[in-house]
Every structure is written in C-alpha cells, then in structure tokens.
C-alpha cells in the first residue's frame, strides 16, 4: 500500500463515523510532513448547519493545529470530489494539492461538474489527484444511500397500515 491509499484509509474511516451518524460518509485528511494534522467527517444534518463537510472542518482543524489560516504545505485527502463551498476552502487556505477517492457528478467542483481548482484565474490554484481508492470510496456511499433509501420505503409502508 503506498501513501496515498494509506491516508485515503484514514478519510475512509472518517467517512465510517459519519455513515454511523447517519451523515452522508465523506471523510477527510490533511497532512503535512508526511504526518496528519487534522481529520474530520461529515457533521451536516447533526449540527443543523450547511457548511460542516468534512473539508471545512479538516480546514479549520488544521489551521488552529498550525496556527495559520494558510496551509500552503499541506495536502488533503477526501473521499468524494469536494463541493464549490470547500473547493472555495481549498483554494482560500492555500492547500498545496488535494487527493480525491470518487467524482461527484452533481455538485463535484474539482474536475466534474466544473473545476474552481484550477480552471479559473484565482491568486492560488490547487493540484489535484484523483482516483485513490475509488472503489472503496464509491461504496461506503452507494451503501448509505441504498441503506437510506430502503430506511425511507419502510416508514413509507408504516405510514399507509
């Protein structure tokens, strides 16, 4: 296993505690110097508040670790493609490079649906990597949507009886 797939195990486990919460698992890891500042998932639907995706606490984490809103010599690792609200992070925070487990063909904002990374002239742009662990990334999303879907179906049913 190299670096990279073992860091995306980490945002993996991450995307596990928030599956467990019952929040769309998404997972992410920053990392500077080959060691991990900061970690997050996930905490949307618990904290009633939009902007608590796991990039953004990653982001806030890592910053209050390092003292610096700037985080030019650091890397993270999230399991799905972030939104246009954390691409925005990503690039306010002066991440080096982010590494991507899945696409979101939605509301992805790093190569999907658009790329506010690196496709427009903003005073930093962000490296990007994708496909680490994609398969795995898919999956602990394809569960808690079907998991949630069949969750739905059955208080469908109760409600009719």
Not at 67 to 82: F, G, I
Not at 147 to 161: G, N, T, V, Y
Request: charged share 30%; glycine share 4%.
């Amino acid at each position: 296993m190299d670096m990279h797939e073992k860091y995306m195990k980490i945002a993996l486990k991450e995307a596990q505690k928030a599956y467990d919460k019952r929040e769309i698992p998404v997972g992410a890891v920053i990392v500077k110097d080959g060691k991990i500042i900061s970690r997050a998932h996930n905490l949307k639907e618990i904290k009633n508040d939009t902007t608590k995706h796991a990039e953004i606490l990653a982001i806030q984490k890592a910053s209050k670790k390092l003292a610096s809103w700037r985080l030019e010599d650091c890397e993270m690792y999230v399991t799905l493609e972030p939104c246009s609200m954390c691409a925005g992070a990503l690039i306010q925070s002066r991440i080096k490079k982010v590494y991507i487990g899945t696409m979101d063909y939605k509301t992805g904002a790093c190569g999907s649906v658009l790329n506010l990374l690196n496709g427009f002239k903003f005073n930093h742009s962000v490296e990007i990597e994708t496909g680490v662990l994609t398969e795995e990334c898919e999956k602990i999303l394809k569960e808690f949507f079907k998991s949630l879907r069949a969750d739905k179906k059955i208080l469908k049913e109760r409600k009719s009886i």
